[in-house]
């Protein structure tokens, strides 16, 4: 994990997909079919899903409807107006945004990911909402060289179900944190439980394809289910754990979330041979019966909060 090609890209952000690999890591990725706009040839993100356009909407859609539990979150953690924070895994920066105007202009937020492209749009970001107190720094997760103890808390949301080893990054932050410090943790355990009600076989069967596909990257839908033994073996104490369980209704905003996903994700698990055709048909057969009727309901992936505390 986190080697660097000749462009200065950062390797594996998903565990094998390195640029320039071919075979079925590329087939999942889609190269561009579930972005919609990877510059052919050009610089290309290791991250699973890209870094496309198509996957940039989708992370500023995911961010909307997710902002309440990140700010619930953050407010555990004792986030406060002037502290100096990571978000590390930031992505194209729409929670490192609200996590500027949550420590305010005495604070700092230090933003690192791997991908140039999503760096380059928080830039943008931070320079339109003049928060010049965001600090944009590309690197690997494993690889963050912060001074020590200069950290008064750590966000990372759906980073950690992307690394083959969360023990380095683990090790990194808390070396970053000073005593007390926190680390606030959203990510995926028991990704089974994401089902549509009435149930679906064909739905379920997406979902292990999609559980799957992380695995073969070197990702891991379950990682929330290690991360708090993991954290107490780097000497960051898990204070606070919680579930976020929710349901999404057919036509809320909230239903348009996972289909956006499936949309740009299911022809890569169909040329990576994890679905057939026919699976992805009856897939979206089902999908669109439930989203016509009104007394369906999708139960969405569930989320565990992690709190942990430097000591
Ligand atoms: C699903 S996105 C989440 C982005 C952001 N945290 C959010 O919640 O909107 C995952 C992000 O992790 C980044 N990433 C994956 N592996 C990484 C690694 N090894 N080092 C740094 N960033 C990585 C990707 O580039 C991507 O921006």
Redesign the pocket.
Known sequence: ??GRDERGE?G???GGAGAGRSGPADAVTGAGAADGGEPAGGER?????G?GDAELAR?AF??RA?AEA?YALWERAGFRRGATLL??????G??TVDLAHLVGPEGRVVA????PR?LDHLRGLAAAHGLGWIDVRR????ELDLPPASLDGAY????FC??PDPGP?LAAVARTLRPGGRLAV?DYFNYRAFTLAPRSAAFDRVVEAVAAAWRREGGDLEVQGRLPGLCRDHGLEPVDLRPVVRLARPGSPLWAWPETFFRGFLPGLVDAGLLTPDDADRFWHDWHARAADPAAYLSLPPMIDLVAEKR
Do not use: E, I, N
């Open positions: 994990m986190g950062a594996s952000a998903s993100s290791a991250y699973l899903l870094s992370l995911q961010h997710w990140a978000d590390l895994g930031c992505g194209p729409f929670a690192v990911d791997a991908a999503f690197a690997d997760a494993a990372a949301r759906w980073l992307f690394l990054a959203t």
